[in-house]
């Protein structure tokens, strides 16, 4: 018989550098994992520690200071295919799963459709919350359904991609659900045969270019997309990063074509008729930010929209550098851009 964890496994004073691919060191006040749903539910039921934060895979925050709550690590396992038919499987994985190597899964049995979001950091589970998207794909393009915990009743309720709204970078779960619920596992939808190729995106078809591959498998399509990371974007195990800090701001075609009389090089992507999504991280280039360090802080040298930390940066300095940053965008071209982490 497996030993079924008591609340007595909560720890004090637990240091998140581990924790949060930034690799800032605050504390938890306390801090314990749940690999189980029933875990879960035994831990939020505990009513001596009121205030509860959950973390998944971390790459997605900026920790400004210590947590004065229970930190609940999410370590729900397991990757089944709870359906298939003739050329679809629907697979189901636990939210503690690290999503690279689930996607390294799929590969491995065939299945196609995660392709190109190979090599995006953080866990399964936290994949819906910011609908994440890599060179021309996003998780709802493979989506079904999410199962989560309600907070408050210890319910488990289904999301089906209605549910969860996914827009850029946005989810329900960072509007009307925020905080409310706990996501346990994720089910996408995979093709069997017949995949779809997504090899649109700029920089996939000059590297599948580059190597003479002309009808890519999904595994090309995946080892471009690593090689392209790998590039571009710095490694959090050397330097401590959380991807893209900003989101791609939205602008109307209006404001575009007013910002293009002054700056006629500036890139954009069409969003509708009537709005287009510029990149962040040219805007940050062009204020020379891009490469220059302040202290333990920087923006990374290839990519300017990836904030770092050196080693021993503070989550307050990489904010104050975010609010700098923000500032001199507004300032020069009118933007807001807004951060795509979570800051707590
Ligand atoms: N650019 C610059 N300077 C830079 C960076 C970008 O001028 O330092 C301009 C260039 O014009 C370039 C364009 O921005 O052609 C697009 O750059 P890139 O292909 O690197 O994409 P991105 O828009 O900067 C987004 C995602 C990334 C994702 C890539 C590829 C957001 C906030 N970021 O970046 O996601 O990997 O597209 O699809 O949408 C993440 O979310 O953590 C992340 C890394």
């Known amino acids: 018989m497996t030993q079924r964890k008591t609340i007595l496994d909560i720890q004090h004073n637990i240091s998140l550098k581990k924790y949060n691919t930034f690799g800032i060191d605050v504390k938890a006040r306390y801090f314990t994992s749940v690999s189980t749903?029933?875990?879960l539910l035994e831990v939020l039921r505990e009513p001596a520690y009121p205030d509860k934060l959950i973390l998944g895979g971390g790459s997605n925050i900026l920790l400004t200071g210590d947590i004065n709550a229970l930190v609940i690590h999410m370590g729900i396992k397991g990757i089944s295919v709870i359906r298939e038919d003739e050329n679809h499987v629907f697979v189901r994985v636990g939210a503690g799963e690290n999503?690279?190597?689930f996607v390294l899964w799929t590969l491995g049995k065939g299945y196609g459709g995660l392709e190109n979001l190979s090599l995006i950091p953080g866990?399964?589970?936290t994949a819906p919350i910011q609908n994440i998207g890599a060179y021309g794909v996003e998780l709802k393009d493979v989506f079904t359904a999410?199962?989560?915990?309600?907070v408050s009743s210890g319910n488990i309720k289904e999301f089906t991609l209605q549910d969860c709204d996914f827009g850029y970078r946005d989810s329900v779960f960072k509007r009307e659900a925020k905080g409310k619920y706990i996501i346990t596992n994720v089910t996408v939808r995979l093709t069997k045969n017949k995949h779809s190729i997504h090899t649109g995106y700029g920089a996939i078809r000059s590297r599948l270019d580059e190597l003479g591959i002309e009808h890519p498998s999904i595994r090309d399509v995946?080892?471009?997309?690593?090689?392209i990371r790998q590039s571009k974007l710095p490694d959090p195990e050397k330097i401590g990063n959380s991807g893209s800090f900003f989101k791609n701001p939205v602008i109307s075609t209006h404001d575009f074509e007013k910002l293009k009389?002054?700056?006629p090089e500036i890139p954009s992507y069409p969003v509708s008729g009537s709005e287009v999504k510029i990149p962040a991280g040219w805007l940050i280039e062009q204020c020379g930010f891009k490469g220059k360090r302040f202290g333990e802080a920087g923006i990374h040298a290839k990519q300017a929209?990836?904030?770092v930390n050196y080693g021993n940066a503070t989550g307050k300095e990489i904010w104050q550098l975010a609010q700098d940053i923000r500032k001199t965008v507004r300032e020069k071209f009118g933007i807001s851009i807004e951060p795509e982490v979570n800051v707590l």
């Open 146 to 150: 999410c199962e989560a915990v309600e």
């Open 123 to 125: 866990n399964a589970g």
């Open 99 to 101: 999503w690279h190597e």
């Open 222 to 227: 995946s080892d471009a997309v690593i090689s």
């Open 261 to 263: 009389l002054q700056h």
């Open 37 to 39: 749903t029933e875990e």
């Open 305 to 307: 929209l990836v904030l």
